[in-house]
């Protein structure tokens, strides 16, 4: 046990943020950089090592918590990266970006702020990689054996890597200019900076994983024949394919969706552009839906000078506490500020888009730019989501984002027709307790059979798919498997 008195003698304190002021002038992340490592150790303390860590269930990856937190107590830093590394291969990623299930089901949470899980996470690999710790692991004999894995996402980079490192020749390909998935595309460089991404692909790299970018199965290589040169494939192409607003006024310019939105502005920290093509500079933003894509779009438009930012939510204002729906130890809905909320902006709940009203057309254009939102609110009336007459009003909005959630994987190029797929009921791809498709030796994981979910849970599917792969190869795996597919744990 780290600290037997530690909850009882030191108070919750979490990472500090940089001034509003400082932060909306740059991209880098939010936190002032260095403040955890002093207090973290004292952090860490605050673990009460239970008998039952319910912590572990609240983690999809089933994170070893308590034991991480003992060495993070004792300044252990090469033993608790050992342990954290045991459950999840990238916790840089989840250090910063996870919401922290593990924390809602904290036992200390019970009665008192629970233990600051994922800044003692963040803390340690970011330790491990300062102090060079982190080694490529290449594996000690190859199996002979090939596998394509569809996608760079978490759960396509999770999965690669654990059958590189038992073995097995992998390559991903993924049809972006860039590795990560939507934690390079979609994910703002204010969350987590790129160079995290960077770090940890060269050291896939040097463990024998190849990448190939650029390259779109379904589409510039056809997916029947990528499986004729593969023992195995993974699909770990996640759940793009966004809902949309099909309401008058859709089709004016200025309404995007927010991953038309985001991914620009990740192009601009490449480098690629000097200002994003679709920029909020003086405008009057309006992002609908009130979920993490549109906290992200709310930062985003902050940053790029917008004259207001407001976000739009159908449902009521969650409550601050939990509700006897969500009871400890499960995940809750509560009313949540992000830092990109710290920053700014408007939030407004049970409302409903009636309606764009846009501008004339210009000469030679064919619809015009979007001018003014229309809403109204709406409340539950026996269960169901109703329209309050007389609420009508109209906001001002140059530029819209869309950001209500997925529908599920890519149809549009043939990945899932060409191998033949089902789907399950709600159109993700359909897969058994071992993650495979009904196509032999295809398998999935991630969003693409999740449905939109967290990185924490395509992590912990891309190394319960490599299991699969792996048995199916080798007729037997000494690779871990967090999960199944059915797994919920207690997350929301
Ligand atoms: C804007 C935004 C912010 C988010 N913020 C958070 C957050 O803060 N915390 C959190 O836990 N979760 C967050 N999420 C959710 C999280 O990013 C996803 O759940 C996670 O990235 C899913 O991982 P994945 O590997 O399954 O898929 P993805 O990350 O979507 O990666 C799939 C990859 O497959 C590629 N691909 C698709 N089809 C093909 C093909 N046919 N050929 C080759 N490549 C293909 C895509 O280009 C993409 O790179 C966010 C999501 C969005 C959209
Ligand atoms: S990955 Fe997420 S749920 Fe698991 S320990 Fe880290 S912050 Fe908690």
Known sequence: MADPKGFLTTDREVARTRPVAERVKDWNEVYVPGSLLPIISKQA???????????????????????????????????????????????????RLCPAPCEAACVLGINQPAVTIKNVEVTIIDKAWETGDVTPQPPERLSGKTVAVIGSGPA???????????????????????LGGLLRYGIPEFKMEKRHINRRIEQMRAEGTKFRTGVEIGRDIDAAKLRKRYDAVV???????????????????????????????NKVQEGDYVTSPIS????????IGGGD??????????????????????????????????????????YKV???????????????????????????????????????????????????????????????????????????????RQFGLELDARGNIARDADF?????????AGD????????????????????GVDRYLAGTSALPAPIRPTDRALTA
């Not at 980079?157 to 860039?178: F, K, S």
């Not at 909020?280 to 992002?287: D, F, L, N, R, S």
């Not at 693409?448 to 299991?467: D, F, K, M, N």
């Open 45 to 95: 303390g605050r673990c009460m090592d239970c008998g039952i860590p319910f912590c572990h269930n609240g983690c999809p990856l089933g994170n070893l918590i308590p034991e991480w937190n003992d060495y993070a107590y004792r300044e252990d830093w090469r033993e608790a990266s050992e342990r954290l590394h045991a459950t999840n291969n990238f916790p840089e990623f989840t250090g």
């Open 156 to 178: 396509g980079l999770a999965a690669a890597q654990q059958l590189t490192r038992a073995g097995h020749t992998v390559a991903v390909y993924e049809r972006a200019d860039r």
């Open 235 to 265: 699909i770990a192409a996640g759940a793009t394919t966004a809902r949309d607003l099909p309401v008058p006024g859709r089709e004016l310019k200025g309404v995007h969706q927010a991953m038309e939105y985001l991914p620009l502005a």
């Open 280 to 287: 909020a500079e003086g405008k009057h933003v309006v992002v």
């Open 293 to 334: 894509t549109g906290a992200d779009c709310v930062g985003t438009a902050h940053r790029q000078g917008a004259a207001s930012v407001t976000q739009l939510e159908i449902m009521p204002r969650p409550g601050e506490e939990r509700s006897p729906a969500h009871p400890w130890p499960t995940f809750p809905m509560l």
């Open 338 to 416: 992000t830092s990109a909320h710290e920053e700014g902006g408007e939030r407004v709940y049970s409302v409903s888009t009636t309606h764009f009203e846009g501008s004339a057309p210009e000469e030679g254009e064919t619809v015009g730019h979007v001018q003014w939102l229309h809403l109204i609110e709406v409340e539950f009336k026996d269960g169901k989501l109703e329209q309050k007459p007389g609420t009508e009003r109209k906001i001002p909005a140059q530029l819209v984002t869309l950001a209500m959630g997925f529908t599920g994987t890519d149809q549009e190029n043939g990945l899932v």
């Open 436 to 444: 495979a498709t009904n196509v032999d030796g295809v398998f999935v």
């Open 448 to 467: 693409a059979g999740r449905g939109q979910s967290l990185i924490v849970w395509a992590i912990a599917e891309g190394r319960s798919a490599a299991r």
